[in-house]
């Protein structure tokens, strides 16, 4: 069965970060220019870093890049190795801000700028601050991007404060893996797998240290660059059902997404919601329903995935919910429909 391309094409992240994956590749030895021409892009595609590529472009480069090297801790490798500045206007934001605490809600604040793929949440957790990463299905199937991500996390709080910084926790999505001493020796800290989503726990004490080089007039100009890069994608003029179908992407792995929260993710009242996707003749489980079919021919893709994974990667409580919507949508079972 042909695969459905599921990252909406506005969906897009910069090109630095495939920058940044290629520079990683290379240097373990594997070919550049073979890797770029393996997922349909060019050298002049990427020769801006600042230029926007969608992410599905993104997803196939971890793909060719894990197939390629075979590391089971990839995201792991590739997320320690990244300092702020290479991070480009958003990384000279937070190597610029006051403290930890600065930097991590300006880093909240521009993620997507980096990447419309991603969002996090912080919160407070007693004397401890959360971050929850919410990702796209495609990104959390391939288990390294989210493990990139977190581990970037980590890398930015020790760059730019000068100190070795240590989580108090992390939890990540992927299962467990064989060298769990690696994710210990670089977190320092109890790591848990197989989790709903990625999340990792500072500690006050660690976030409110003074970054290296604190520079409140820099940083005043460089959060108006990065508010004038973000208004564009904060602004782009889409359909409700364009809408819902971005928040829900980021609801799936925690269960069956609900209409009054996407709601509310939206800004709008429920009634809101339902008149709008109404007059563009849809509805909220229709929207569901679809962008949960469009994501399971994407995520069977990955024989790596069990089909009890890519169930919980689309919010269904039982494998066998999964396989029955399977079978309406295309005729065959979800195990068929891999063959």
Not at 108 to 137: C, K
């Amino acid at each position: 069965m042909a695969s459905v391309t599921v990252i909406s094409h506005e969906i897009t992240q910069l090109a630095r970060l495939s920058l940044m994956l290629l520079d990683y590749a290379a240097q373990q030895g594997l070919d550049r220019a073979q890797l770029i021409r393996s997922i349909g892009l060019s050298e002049e595609d990427l020769n801006d870093p600042d230029s926007r590529v969608k992410t599905a472009k993104g997803v196939q480069l971890w793909r060719a890049v894990d197939e390629a090297l075979g590391d089971p801790a990839l995201g792991l490798h590739v997320g320690a190795a990244v300092e702020a500045k290479q991070l480009g206007l958003v990384g000279y934001a937070i190597f610029h801000s006051r403290d930890g605490y600065s930097a991590l809600h300006r880093f909240a604040r521009y993620v997507r700028i980096l990447s419309e793929a991603v969002q996090f949440e912080v919160d407070q957790a007693g004397r401890n601050t959360a971050i929850t990463w919410h990702v796209h299905p495609a990104l959390t199937a391939l288990r390294h991007p989210v493990e990139a991500g977190v581990t970037l996390l980590v890398a930015l709080a020790r760059d730019i404060t000068g100190v070795h910084v240590n989580p108090v926790r992390v939890d990540l999505p992927g299962p467990r893996p064989e060298m769990l001493g690696e994710y210990q020796s670089y977190f320092e800290c109890p790591v848990t797998f197989g989790q709903p989503t990625a999340r990792v726990e500072f500690s006050h004490e660690h976030l409110s240290l003074p970054t290296r080089a604190p520079d409140e007039t820099l940083v005043a100009y460089l959060d108006d660059l990065a508010t004038i890069k973000l208004n564009p994608l904060e602004d782009r003029d889409e359909s409700m059902t364009e809408a819902v179908r971005r928040t829900l992407w980021t609801m799936l792995p925690g269960g069956r997404p609900d209409l009054w929260r996407t709601a509310e993710e939206l800004g709008v009242s429920v009634r809101t919601l339902q008149r709008r996707l109404g007059e563009e003749q849809s509805s909220f489980s229709r929207v569901l329903d679809e962008l949960r079919r469009d994501l399971s021919s994407e995520l069977l893709t990955d024989r790596k995935l069990s089909i009890s994974e890519v169930a919980f990667m689309l919010g269904y409580s039982e494998p066998s919910a999964f396989q029955r919507a399977y079978r309406r949508w295309f005729g065959v079972s979800a195990r068929r429909g891999v063959a």
